[in-house]
């Protein structure tokens, strides 16, 4: 996506040092932070401190540190073991999003099958490459099927901005272009729509009121940042036409595990009767699980990351302790949204009901049985 | 209560320097700064900008702002004309909470019932002291009600921590002493109930990271910040017994205005069974409306207050940006919870359903004829 008139994605190979980079989301929309992620070790830092984040991304970043990982020790290329432990090391960097697991898997598989030597480097390139393409057609699919649902509201609203609120950040950041809640918000806006988001802040590390925020001022589209405690309230006053979120893990029942607080937001949507969809690419369903709330794990992160809020001060990214320095924090992650609160996926094959019928009618060629 | 061994109030009478006095709780709990309120300008302010906060706590400062306004014009004590302008601009400094205007009604009344001269300054001191004490012993009331409540709930724990989950400040820094929400919190951890709070950090102005957990810290009483986001992910696991939450107005059917997120909770609650009280003195109730959500003006407050998040860095207050700085926000800073998600009431007179049927029963003394 265009950043000041330059295309931009949030993870690439730089063909000229080649070498991995991402941006490092931790201190946008401040300052544009350019990385290099050269060794397994990076890579894992990069998705555990959430320099990347967002469940596709961390799939792509997951399927480029295979690439890493045999350039690194371009001396063991055949070496399947040792490979095999540096993938286990980067599947279990970050817990929930089942993409992790998926990017690596798909690369492993590809060098496993590749000839020796320099051919089982490539391979692992050429797989991770793929990946982040097919994620990005993925979300585009996904922003034209979503385009029809924000069309229909557009015409009941005869003129009058269509008010769409999201949580967290799956955006173009979180993926690799177009994003996946925000997909059918840039295919509408594009079209020509009257849009207008409502942006989580998403405590505790903002991803909303940072990189959503900027991404969308970036593109030009108006929005508003809330705090995650207002939504329920312009839901009652008729301030929400739609909710649109990502996921990190979704159930082949239809749970979904997202951010912490989706959960409240599908509760009110539910409560006022305002549709609440969930944009997934199919990566992002984990097809050996039913129950959410009993099989997806949540990951807890440091409390810090609560107590400490970062944001600019005088030129300078600065971090503010806000409860008293005794108070300990608890900092779970995500939460699961039961499928029962969920009106539809919006997926690259197009939408379907949150269950597993619906799913499975989209994606029978993915669904195992149990 | 009791701060480093020390009695405070978050209001009080200097008869020393005949001065009204406050915690200026903007920078708690960083810093304990006493203010004081010589003149009717510096009792707007005061409430305006959250220095003070809290409905009682609203309710006695508006009281003792007619006593400021009487002495700081002591020239003029006899003209009612004059002081009914002055008590319609204390009366107006914040729109929600309903007991500002009770407050500042019970001192004109006892003012404009007194002799001339200094009788009127001294009869509304006097009121305005009445106010302050009525509300310190119906918040002592509420706790002994709630107290039955969590006794309850510790019995069927037996021994394992009774997990209370509150949003914002509904402490003794929002009334005068015990307070609302913290109340039976305060009266179980006295009576040796083992008691743990999940503190709500309560965004925008996170009254619960630096109020609540101050409080109940120095109390010392077992506590967890967590972000609002969080709530319903802990409600999900089991690991909440009970909500207890203040309200700034309340309708004759039960409808709450609460801080902005309390209707999310509410939700989180019902979803997963778990009970969800209000504790209120019974000046929070506007015996003149029924519908919460048409009727109770929601105060809109500078969206600054979202953009910008204030803490400690470096021995310092200091204030930094989160989102972009060219992206707008909106700041709600109340919400209703309609009276069917409420379990019930803890009163000063004791528990009733949220329904009128239940408040009538209880206050039918102070019930209105529509």
């Known amino acids: 996506m265009k950043v000041d008139g330059k295309n931009m994605r949030p993870i690439w190979f730089n063909r000229d040092t080649r070498t991995v980079q991402v941006i490092d989301q ?4 401040h300052q544009m932070i350019i990385k290099d992620l050269p060794t397994v070790d990076a890579v894992i830092h990069a998705i555990k401190e959430m320099v990347v984040r967002g469940a596709p991304l961390i799939g792509a970043t997951g399927a480029f540190g295979v690439y890493v990982a045999l350039k690194e020790n371009n001396s063991r290329p055949e070496d399947d073991l040792w490979l095999s432990g540096q ?24 060098v496993s099958k590749a000839s020796a030597g320099d051919a089982r480097i490539q391979a692992a390139l050429d797989q991770a490459l793929a990946v982040a393409e097919e994620e990005a057609v993925n979300c585009r699919k996904i922003g034209e099927f979503g385009l029809e649902l924000i069309s229909d509201i557009a015409v009941q609203k005869n003129g009058q901005p269509v008010n769409i609120l999201t ?3 799956a955006g173009w950041l979180a993926c690799i272009e177009y994003g996946t809640a925000t997909a059918p918000i840039y295919a509408a806006f594009d079209a020509g729509i009257n849009v207008h988001v409502w942006v989580d802040e998403t405590r505790p590390l903002n991803q909303g009121a940072r990189l959503t925020a ?5 593109h030009g589209i108006a929005h508003t940042v809330i705090t995650d405690n207002a939504g329920g309230h312009l839901m009652q006053h008729n301030l929400v036409d739609l909710v649109i979120v990502g996921t990190d893990r979704t159930t082949r029942a239809g749970d979904v595990a997202n951010k912490i607080g989706t959960y409240l937001k599908a509760l009110a949507a539910k409560d006022n009767n305002i549709p609440f969809y969930v944009a997934l690419p199919s990566s992002t369903f984990d097809w050996s699980i039913t129950d959410g709330i009993a099989d997806i794990p949540i990951e ?3 409390q810090d990351e609560i107590r400490y809020i970062q944001g600019w001060c005088k030129g300078k990214i600065t971090q503010v302790l806000v409860p008293p320095l005794k108070s300990p924090a608890a900092n779970h992650a995500f939460d699961v949204t039961p499928a029962r609160l969920v009106t539809g996926f919006i997926t690259e094959r197009g939408m379907c009901d949150a269950s597993e019928k619906g799913i499975k009618a989209l994606f029978s060629d993915k669904f195992t049985t149990k």
Chains 1, 2 share one sequence.
């Open 167 to 169: 949580h967290c950040n």
């Open 214 to 218: 900027w991404e969308l001022g970036k």
């Open 300 to 302: 807890e992160r440091d």
């Open 26 to 29: 931790r201190f946008l929309p």
């Open 87 to 110: 993938c286990d090391r980067l599947r279990s960097a970050r817990p929930t999003a089942t993409n992790l697991c998926w990017g690596v898997d798909r690369v492993q598989t590809a």
